[in-house]
């Protein structure tokens, strides 16, 4: 679709590549971040179905640091 209006417009020839790879890097984005998307909801579903509570991985935790006195 894109080729069909930058073919029909009045532009110069060396506009009509870079407009392309325009839209393709937009297309190719947009696709990027729809897969992250749906990657983060597909994994919140498998964690609700083994029943994994998405809480516990949401607490703060007591992390035991190293004091820089041993090392």
Not at 46 to 66: F, Q, T, V, W
């Amino acid at each position: 679709m894109c080729w069909v209006v930058l073919a029909s417009s009045k532009l110069p020839s060396e506009a009509i590549p870079l407009a392309l790879i325009t839209c393709v890097a937009v297309i190719i984005i947009y696709m990027w971040f729809a897969v992250i998307i749906c990657m983060t909801f597909i994994l919140i579903r498998d964690k609700k179905r083994l029943g994994i509570d998405i809480e516990d991985y949401s607490e703060n935790r007591n992390i035991e640091r190293a004091s820089s006195s041993f090392l």
